[in-house]
């Protein structure tokens, strides 16, 4: 899958364009296949004094509902200039319950007044008898739960006019009730929904060594043509009771050399995608992490032959 | 009990089992294994509450308030996924939270706190300026109807503690040593720009802030504000137009 990667060359590298405003809703489509990070106040300014560094940024929906203050303006602003993903953490579309209606209608709002290139969610769930537990929690693969999840997410798709990226969730259990394995899930979800992916290769790697998988195998049988973006993050590595290492998605470290690797072959099978480096915690100066979102560039532009101009 | 609620049960109590049905590859207890969600949830909704009221924490350490906030969200976990709203019912937890008795401004200092959170996400609205208000000035005779309400983002807190003196003191304003901690004062909470500021009302500006918060005639609360004999109407007035803390007028202000 090759998305457009002029849009980013262009316009967006030009702070000039930026101050007027030029990206217009016209001028927004996919994400550009460049290299991307989290945004964190701590970088409002810094994004905001280097314009066209990055391809993108990616914000949790949730970080952005309050009424008013900094949050909006900040966004308003580096929106203005640069590609934007909302990738929501709190939809639960993975939970047993009906969607939040509420919880949707905020999301609603929130894509009209951004509208980013791109919208995500993951396959989990996070609130149950009106508890919102604060993780993305895992669920068993059964038909039931397929049907669930496929009727939730065209519901969000209906809501929001707009097709979804799902994300591959990192875990640490497995459910006896479990009739298919997670890439035959998700397969059968894209499927029968239509939505995209959000490939995030340290999840697949960390779901990979904590279930006593082969992480290559498992890309493998994904539905890698629905890529819409990829995410790319740190582990910390724990045992588990038998001193099996236990890898937990911590978002707290650089991301590792073994998820490099399976991050240049999914981009030798589908060409270059807007890749991001998640980091959540210990995060470090915008230069730091600018540095690293720059080795997915590099390797993004190496797969991309016809982008020269970016490259140099 | 569906999967998920059982689920949901043992991750908020430690004493509850691990739910059945968990599998692991290697055939190892799965105990492990969901201790990694259980951990997760403690320490992301201990680290909201955290950031959220960092003077309380200092205040009593942060062994303490971990431990506060761990029955907290056992008893309160959050009921929405925004949660910079988490805090909205801490304040009262610590109010009735038995070992916070110690410090009997603790809780005065969480609802500081949660003011500030509440106003750095207010809605943006504009502020009453000082020449909006300054024909109004002209007619002294209906200045006493006049209804003012304070600005989305201002808040005031009437406390029986110096908690703005505290508060200050933990931000490198005063010294901690000096500060009467039974000292009554009341603050006001505000958003001039992008960052909330904390300010000392003077006497009786807290009843009077409070008054026209809950949207009583200028009349009303420079009344209720006379109860303390050294209040100044004039001072009171100046200060919340000075700082952007009231709204701007809508047309059926004034009557
Ligand atoms: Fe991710």
């Not at chain 1, 004094?49 to 900040?74: I, Q, R, T």
């Not at chain 1, 537990?133 to 693969?141: I, N, W």
């Not at chain 1, 995060?283 to 540095?291: E, I, K």
């Not at chain 2, 200028?218 to 009171?236: I, K, V, W």
Request: contains cysteine; proline residues 6%; aromatic residues 6%.
């Amino acid at each position: 899958m090759t998305l457009p990667i002029e849009t980013s060359s262009s316009s967006l590298r030009s702070e000039s364009a930026c101050r007027g405003g030029a990206l217009g809703p016209a001028a927004r489509g996919h994400l550009p296949a460049r290299a991307g990070v989290g945004l964190k106040p701590q970088h409002f300014q810094d994004i905001l004094d280097s314009p066209g560094e990055l391809g993108f940024f990616e914000v949790h929906a949730e970080n952005y509902m309050g009424a008013g203050g900094p949050m909006h303006h900040w966004l308003t602003r580096i929106r203005e200039c640069h590609p934007l993903s909302v990738h929501g953490v709190g939809l639960s579309i993975g939970g047993q319950e009906p969607l939040d209606a509420a919880h949707l209608a905020r999301l609603r709002i929130l894509l009209a007044r951004y509208e980013p290139e791109a919208f995500s969610e993951h396959l989990a769930w996070s609130t149950h008898a009106g508890a919102y537990l604060a993780d993305l929690l895992p669920l068993a693969y059964d038909g039931r739960s397929l049907r669930r999840v496929c009727e939730h997410i065209d519901e969000v798709q209906m809501a929001l006019g707009r097709r979804m990226l799902l994300e591959n969730p990192a875990t640490y259990v497995e459910f006896a009730d479990s009739t298919m394995s997670e890439a035959d899930f998700i397969t059968e979800v894209v499927r029968r929904t239509g939505c995209g992916l959000l490939l995030d290769v340290n999840n697949a790697y960390v779901s990979a060594v904590n279930h006593g998988c082969d992480a290559a195998a498992f890309l493998a049988a994904l539905p890698l043509e629905a890529v819409g973006e990829i995410h790319l993050a740190g582990f910390a590595v724990d045992r588990d009771a038998a001193g099996e290492p236990l890898l937990i998605d911590s978002h707290g470290s650089p991301v590792a050399d073994a998820v490099w690797t399976l991050y240049e072959e999914v981009l030798q099978r589908i060409g270059p995608v807007a890749t991001l480096i998640e980091r959540d915690h210990d995060v470090p100066d915008f230069a730091t992490l600018a540095a690293e979102a720059g080795r997915a560039e590099a390797l993004l532009c190496r797969m991309a032959a016809s982008t020269a101009e970016v490259c140099a | 009990m569906t999967a998920h609620a059982a689920f949901a049960a043992a991750l908020l109590d430690p004493d509850v089992a691990v739910p059945a049905g968990l599998t692991a590859w290697n055939g190892v207890d799965p105990m492990r294994r969901f201790a990694v969600y259980r951990n997760n949830v403690t320490t992301a909704l201990t680290g909201v509450l955290a950031d959220s009221f960092p003077v309380t924490q200092q205040l009593v350490g942060e062994d303490f308030f971990c431990a506060m906030a761990r029955v907290f969200l056992r008893a309160h976990p959050p009921r929405s996924p925004l949660l910079h709203e988490y805090g909205h019912d801490f304040p009262a937890f610590v109010a009735q939270f038995e070992p916070a008795r110690q410090v009997p401004y603790l809780a005065d200092m969480a609802r500081l706190e949660w003011l500030r959170l509440a106003s750095l996400h207010a809605a943006d609205a504009p502020v009453l300026a000082a020449d909006d208000i300054a024909p109004l000035l002209a007619d002294p005779a209906a200045l006493p109807g006049l209804r003012l309400a304070l600005h989305p983002a201002a808040a005031v807190l009437q406390s029986a503690h110096a908690v703005v003196s505290l508060w200050g003191a933990h931000h490198g304003v005063g010294a901690l040593a000096e500060v009467d901690p039974y000292a009554a004062e009341s603050a006001l909470v505000l958003r001039p720009m992008l960052e909330v500021l904390v300010l000392r009302l003077p006497p009786g500006g807290g009843i009077f802030a409070a008054a026209l918060a809950a949207e009583t005639t200028l009349g009303e609360a420079a009344a209720a504000a006379s109860a303390d004999p050294s209040f100044d109407l004039a001072e009171n007035l100046a200060l919340l137009i000075r700082h952007g803390a009231l709204g701007a007028l809508r047309s059926s202000a004034r009557n």
